[in-house]
């Protein structure tokens, strides 16, 4: 059964740091993964998609990097603003069952102070 | 711009009662999905649906259902509430096959009391 975990479960920076998250899972066999923002109480916004035959995909200041062969994947975020506080969560299709269904981790709660 | 739009925000409803969800999609996607979220048990799927009428249980389907009779629109019955389906509920929606991104609404926050 695939797991997927993200570590730290919470990170506090100062603004303007660079800081990368960071998620494994434990079967290499996916499509591809994905990863979302979460602000309290909201919905998930969808943030990068990145496909097993990719290696990075890059939005802004917001670059995510898969390395399916180890079972990870990285968000790394540049400059990092109080705006950017929120919950990061990865998912992933898994090959295995049914095609559309992600997997998901339980999220990295991210402040960044002023 | 994409958009999945859920009935409630919050919703307070008592043990025994029937309630439902809905959730209406305006890109034209094929598959549309039913999660709830807890704290320390993170997003789990309850339902899916690939298609108008069309359904699949996902992970923890006792004590609900679904019904889709319209392709932009998907809903979830809880057909006798309890106070362990107090909880997040968070629809979302993709197009069809396994490279596309899942789109969520933003939220029901139900309490059964």
């Known amino acids: 059964k695939q797991e997927v975990t993200q570590i730290p479960a919470a990170l506090s920076v100062p603004e303007g740091e660079n800081l990368v998250l960071n998620c494994s899972f434990t079967d290499s066999a996916i499509y591809n993964l994905q990863w979302f923002r979460q602000d309290p109480g909201k919905g998930l916004t969808s943030l990068l998609l990145?496909?097993?035959?990719?290696r990075e995909q890059t939005s802004g200041r917001l670059n995510a990097s898969l390395d399916k062969s180890s079972g990870r994947s990285t968000l790394y975020i540049a400059a990092s603003q109080p705006g950017d506080s929120a919950t990061y969560l990865c998912a992933v299709r898994p090959r295995k069952g049914s095609g559309s269904r992600l997997t998901f981790g339980e999220g990295t709660q991210l402040t960044v102070n002023p | 711009d994409v958009k999945v739009t859920q009935s409630s925000r919050y919703l307070v409803k008592r043990t025994g009662e029937k309630v439902f969800l809905e959730c209406v999609q305006d890109?034209?996607?094929?598959?549309m999905f039913w999660y709830r979220q807890d704290p320390g048990l993170g997003l789990r799927l309850i339902y899916f649906s690939y298609d108008v009428k069309m359904k699949e249980k996902g992970d923890i389907p006792e004590g609900y259902s679904v019904s889709r009779e319209k392709k932009e629109r998907f809903s979830l019955i809880l057909e006798s509430a309890s106070t362990n389906q107090t909880s997040m509920y968070l629809c979302?929606?993709?197009?069809?096959?396994?490279?596309?991104?899942?789109?969520f609404g933003p939220g029901t926050r139900l309490t059964v009391t």
């Open positions: 890109m034209d996607h094929e598959n």
């Open positions: 990145i496909q097993s035959s990719q």
């Open positions: 979302a929606s993709s197009s069809a096959g396994v490279a596309y991104e899942q789109y």
